[in-house]
């Protein structure tokens, strides 16, 4: 048995099949879940179908909107709608600038040209924008005022990050995404740390994706009770199954954690043990 | 949302995450069940590794039998041992050739390269032989008998056939695998045809993996079980129970149940409904 050295793609798709293959993870698709639209297959179609735009991301071929939007186009096909949004966000800057410090100078260099990508990946998937957003991603005129306003992705995501956490890792140096890969040399290898690394970033911060769906208190009481799981007062396998029946699933929460995954992956990390 | 063809090399790899993902099948890893030293991810991660092999199998880069050591190279790094040694042994040809009348082509021009090829695959895995063969793959006697005689893949293959299912695919035109993929034609699309697909073939011929890790008498008995399962008359996820508990694990049916998703894909089967 030989450890052979992986693309930083492949890196990218073993992060992403991970993180969904781990569980328990409260409300999300996993091993053991399915949403009726959405199920495991889906998301791991996404991961082997992603590959092209990832590669080009690896070899510099292609800017961060239009290379998110490439993921995005390369996985809307099949009937699990979008999958992994949140994760190209994160992982495509990871992987043009490889690693956290290239990704935000790379960040730093988006355009207008990128916002539009973006606004027209957007376009692909049903994903949710809050409901006071100025900025539709469904209305033409938001896209002259992205235009008219000389706005870079950069200047999306900031004006995002209010009400998104993946925005925000763009904002903020990929904080959790960082603290997940910490996280998941903190609590040793394989599956086990993916979950702990989970629950303690569900622990951390309100999921904006369950505060888009449900509202922001949902997101706070979801957050309380991750904290109960990791303080041992309560059971993760009955907050998964509270969180199933809601309909409640941190979806950002598990876009980080891939993120955080291939961040740590290519810091040693061991996923199989 | 549109339908995105897919290189072969994707539909390959689609064919081995759907086999894995689908449960229940009785007795092999799936969605629900590892083995302590084989799990899930072991099987998706080589569904992820292998690709560059099957890529050069779709642009006829290569000859099978170093095609087939590629695929188990790539995809040995992982603690799991090899996942898919059977299921490589079908796809490359099917892959090379584009169809089941090209794979029985090229198989019909391997040579002895082909043979010492395929047997260095061999020795990079832990796969079982039958305790009566002669052409041990530990012996080198082996590599000098196969030089002496002359004896192509195609050669080992019928050898191998009187005791290795996958190997009688390669000398009676495919046969179990045409079976499989008209299986999924006639059950519909997705996970559940698949796992309909994976028991009327458990249910057809004894699984030789489980023949050589446990008799023939035990083999047989599978098939019977199945037999019941197929007809009604047995509980699939209590014969699932009862496999896992013994060890029974059909590989062979696996890999060409894998075999028949690749070809049924090809022809328009829908995995995604």
Not at 79 to 106: K, Q, R, S
Not at 166 to 177: D, K, M, P, S
């Amino acid at each position: 048995m030989t450890d052979l050295p992986l693309t930083r793609s492949e890196r990218a798709q073993l992060a992403m099949m991970l993180e969904v293959s781990a569980y328990p993870k409260p409300g999300n698709v996993d091993r053991c879940h399915d949403y009726a639209d959405t199920r495991l297959e889906h998301f791991l179609a996404s991961t082997i179908f992603v590959r092209p735009a990832f590669e080009r991301a690896e070899h510099g071929d292609g800017r961060i909107g239009s290379l998110i939007r490439e993921a995005v186009r390369l996985t809307s096909g099949h009937a699990g709608g979008n999958t992994h949004f949140g994760a190209y966000i994160l992982l495509v800057p990871l992987l043009l600038g490889d690693g956290l410090e290239g990704a935000l100078a790379a960040i730093r260099e988006t355009d207008v040209e990128d916002a539009i990508d973006f606004y027209a990946a957007f376009a692909l998937t049903a994903v949710r924008m809050g409901s006071d957003d100025e900025l539709d991603v469904n209305d033409p005129e938001s896209i002259r005022a992205i235009r008219e306003r000389g706005m870079t992705l950069l200047d999306i995501m900031e004006y995002s990050s209010r009400s998104d956490m993946v925005a925000r890792e763009w904002t903020n140096g990929y904080r959790l995404t960082r603290r997940g890969a910490d996280l998941l040399h903190e609590h040793g290898c394989g599956r086990q740390a993916i979950v702990q690394a989970f629950m303690h970033l569900l622990a951390a911060e309100p999921d904006t994706f369950i505060a888009k769906k449900h509202g922001y208190e949902v997101a706070v009481r979801t957050m309380e009770h991750a904290r109960e799981v990791v303080r041992g007062e309560r059971d993760i396998a009955a907050l998964d199954a509270e969180c199933i029946v809601a309909g409640i699933n941190p979806g950002s929460i598990a876009d980080i954690t891939i993120a955080a995954i291939y961040v740590a992956l290519g810091e040693g990390w061991q996923w199989d043990c």
